[in-house]
């Protein structure tokens, strides 16, 4: 790990060397980290690559065991394996206004993707969106990226409150595509919204993965009617095609397992550097 | 051979069938008649030298009688244990037309293991010839190349995308029929043989073949990259939780450990009542491994008993295990709860039908004949098939639009110059065995490829 910075009190991004990775990482895809020995692989999608250095950077936010305890390394740890360039890269070419919205820890990400909009000639629209005030990172590297930038949150504590502002956004300018990354609840209704303007909406997916290449089918996802795996046909995919409530009620299938591993963790004195005690 | 109690193993991952002891070894090697034209060679996809080393053991020359094995298998531990012996080697024995064969993968068994508490012996290094081989997977096959070509003195990288190496020994066979650390060994002892191994690598997204061949200067390329994708039934409700692909469950269970959660980070959800839908190796292994973790299991196959197509010895581990069939049945539909989680299975009852001019007896439906299951868990044991990703990447490559398999000859050539391919990748989904022999087959004609090329 190369450098790490605290986007906010539970979202942190990294800086891992990994230049076989780097050399072929493009906006879209992702890697799969396996912290340690007894660890999970869990999938995190590219925020950021720099060929010269040889690096690729990833954030999370922390909700569960594996989660929290990589919010405990620090620039200078090693991880077990970093496997990638995962997934098909996003498809970038010019076309004309691009909504970019990106929610929660998926809006590291998607500044990379309003870099790659904007440099294929794109005017952009950045919407983001937060839980909280306290919740919203990267605002200002949105900022200096994007033509025009919206912010929003649940509570309304900062910007406008939820995501109904953007159907007066979509009455007052045409746009020819739609970019969501976020929390699955968020880019459902964010292609609800998109659907009665026929705006294009990609969404990306980072359903529940263990290899990342095709071999656990965990990944699958309803899209148009068909199966299609989240790792290899993704992790794109149609937000006015998708399946989301099979996707939600697939996302929590091992919430409970989740919640002990965590308080397992915790109890048991959590991480050395003592930030995770319970 | 001494197998831990089925009650008591049901409970455990610990190693079901518990190897020779010295006496017994000598007392089965000495049944051997160390055939003048030994039959059992032909029976074997890799042409191990058998009656050679059973008469090593006889002598108590374990050293040489592993090295004699060494010459043509490169994972005598994994084959000792995992090889469908009764249908290959076994099934030509002499000794067999007339009761009991040799059992030749337990003695096989029984040199690894010895070897492996007494220590390598590597042999001499060869002269290089400065040809560079890069292998894809690090399965069963990959290892049969890496080894087989880094021992005749050309330079070998292997790719593996997974974090550790052994490819389906790793991930899909679990530890009771084959531990890990025995895998491990084998895979340390192809590198020790010089292979550079490289972890969490996918050809096809890390780097693709062209750029290996272009750009890292590799002489020919070897595809060993196994049979990973799953086939699903698309009966209605198969993604509700609680359904599993047989590598999903697998992988947790076996590459992740989930059966030592949360101990291992991975976790896996099991409810009492488990169905396997399948009926090969693949479905028995998913069938005992739910039974370790607590659930009563039935296997339901659409076909009859006769036809289950997994080992007999692994059926009948099985069964001793409390596995329950329902043969003649197949899967319609899979209902949920109110939480999206399955709680039952609508089936159908099956019949066979007449044999066709191959002798093959086909299946057909019963009209009338549904029933439905309760079940919390459902595991889909049905096949797998390759993984799409290098066909996609790789121009010009040749597969079979149908089975997503790679089109190669005899030796495993493909429809590029240097480029070959061998075991599940380009069979479909088969043995252990079957796959080194197609490495073995496919090092040689790489061999002869790379001697030939200035």
């Known amino acids: 790990m190369v450098t790490k910075k605290t986007l906010s009190y539970k979202e942190t991004l990294f800086e891992v060397e990994a230049p076989d990775i780097a050399a072929k990482a493009q906006a879209g895809q992702f890697i799969i980290v396996v912290p340690h020995e007894k660890g999970e692989r869990i999938p995190l999608t590219i925020c950021g690559y720099d060929t010269q250095k040889g690096t690729v950077s990833f954030a999370f936010h922390e909700v569960g065991k594996t989660t929290k305890e990589l919010g405990c390394y620090n620039e200078g740890d090693c991880l077990l394996n970093v496997t990638g360039p995962l997934g098909n890269p996003s498809e970038i070419k010019k076309y004309g206004k691009v909504l970019c919205v990106g929610g929660s820890i998926m809006i590291a990400p998607i500044i990379l993707q309003i870099k790659a909009m904007k440099e294929a000639g794109n005017h952009v629209t950045t919407v983001l969106g937060a839980r909280i005030k306290e919740a919203m990172i990267l605002e200002k590297e949105a900022r200096e990226l994007s033509d025009e930038v919206y912010v929003a949150t649940d509570d309304g504590s900062y910007g406008y409150k939820g995501l109904d502002f953007l159907k007066e956004l979509l009455e007052k300018e045409k746009f020819d595509r739609c970019v969501v990354m976020g929390p699955v609840v968020m880019m459902r209704d964010v292609s609800e919204i998109t659907k009665p303007y026929g705006i294009p909406t990609i969404i990306t997916l980072t359903p529940v993965m263990i290899d990342g290449m095709g071999m656990c089918g965990v990944c699958r996802v309803t899209v148009g009617g068909k199966m299609l795996f989240g790792c290899v046909d993704g992790p794109e995919f149609d937000g006015h095609l998708t399946d989301f409530e099979e996707l939600i009620q697939r996302q929590r299938q091992m919430l409970p397992e989740e919640r002990l591993s965590s308080l397992v963790w915790e109890t048991s004195g959590g991480c050395k550097c003592g930030r995770n005690k319970a | ?454």
């Open chain 2, 1 to 454: 051979m001494r197998k831990q109690e089925p009650k008591v193993r049901a409970k455990n991952f610990k190693e079901v069938a518990l190897g020779y002891t010295e006496e017994e070894a000598l007392e089965e090697a000495s049944r051997c008649l160390t055939c003048p034209k030994p039959q059992c060679v032909t029976g074997c996809p890799v042409g191990v030298p058998i009656p050679e080393f059973i008469k090593c053991i006889k002598e108590k020359k374990y050293a040489e009688g592993i090295a004699t094995i060494k010459t043509k298998n490169a994972l005598p531990a994994v084959c000792g244990r995992v090889c469908p012996q009764e249908s290959q080697c076994q099934s030509k024995c002499v000794v067999g037309k007339m009761g009991d064969p040799i059992s030749i993968g337990r003695l096989e068994r029984f040199l690894a293991d010895w070897e492996r508490d007494n220590g390598f012996q590597l042999p001499p290094k060869p002269e290089p010839t400065g040809k560079k081989v890069a292998v894809i997977g690090a399965g069963p096959a990959g290892l049969t190349v890496a080894a087989d070509l880094v021992k005749r003195g050309h330079e070998v990288t292997q790719f593996e995308a997974l974090h550790v190496g052994g490819g389906v020994l790793s991930y899909g066979i679990p530890e009771f029929r084959l531990p890990k650390a025995i895998v491990q060994n084998e895979v340390n002892y192809v590198q020790k043989l010089g292979v550079e191994l490289r972890l969490g690598n996918l050809i096809g997204r890390t780097h693709t073949i062209p750029e290996l061949m272009k750009e890292g200067g590799y002489d020919a390329v070897f595809i060993g990259s196994g049979a990973g994708l799953p086939q699903f039934t698309g009966c209605p409700g198969e993604n509700l939780g609680g359904v599993y692909s047989a590598n999903e469950f697998l992988i947790r269970v076996n590459l992740m450990k989930a059966f030592a959660f949360p101990d291992y980070d991975t976790p896996i959800r099991i409810g009492k009542h488990v169905v396997v839908i399948g009926g090969g190796n693949v479905a028995m292994d998913c069938a005992r491994c739910s039974m370790r973790l607590g659930a009563e299991v039935c296997l339901v196959y659409r076909r009859s008993r006769d036809e289950l197509p997994a080992r007999h010895e692994e059926i009948e581990n099985a069964e001793e295990e409390g596995l329950v069939c329902k043969f003649l049945a197949a899967p319609l539909e899979f209902i949920g709860n109110e939480r999206g989680w399955v709680k039952a299975m609508k089936c159908i009852c099956m019949e066979l039908t007449e044999p066709d001019a191959r002798g093959r007896r086909g299946v057909k439906t019963i009209p009338g004949s549904e029933f439905t299951m309760d079940v919390d868990t459902v595991i889909i044991a049905i096949g797998q098939t390759p993984n799409p990703i290098i066909g996609r990447t790789t121009e010009g490559l040749v597969s079979d639009p149908k089975r997503g398999t790679i089109c190669v000859d005899e030796v495993g050539k493909s429809s590029l110059d240097g480029v070959y391919a061998g075991g599940d990748v380009a069979t479909g989904a088969a043995t252990v065995i079957s796959a080194m022999g197609a490495g073995k087959r496919a090092a040689q004609a790489m061999h002869e490829y790379l001697t030939n090329k200035k």
